[in-house]
């Protein structure tokens, strides 16, 4: 895994075809400020879920992993 600024996304997405934007931050966390990035599918997984939905990732699918301040 690598951060990537948040000035490189776009390019990024546009090269990695039809990315994942997984929305790891709580859903009230969601409803306070949706994110969305054009071609990109999204899913909101709390990080608190990820280790009992790994099996819903498609690990070929380029992702983008985002939360509120980065820490998660």
């Known amino acids: 895994m690598k951060q990537l600024p948040v000035t490189d996304v776009a390019q990024w997405a546009a090269e990695a075809g039809t ?20 071609g990109a599918a999204s899913l909101n997984l709390p990080m608190g879920q990820i280790p009992q939905r790994l099996g819903e990732l498609d690990p070929a ?3 983008l ?5 980065g820490m998660r």
């Open 19 to 38: 990315p994942l934007l997984l929305d790891v931050r709580e859903p009230w966390e969601v409803q306070l400020a949706a994110i969305r990035i054009p």
């Open 61 to 63: 699918q380029p992702i």
């Open 65 to 69: 992993c985002i939360c509120h301040h």
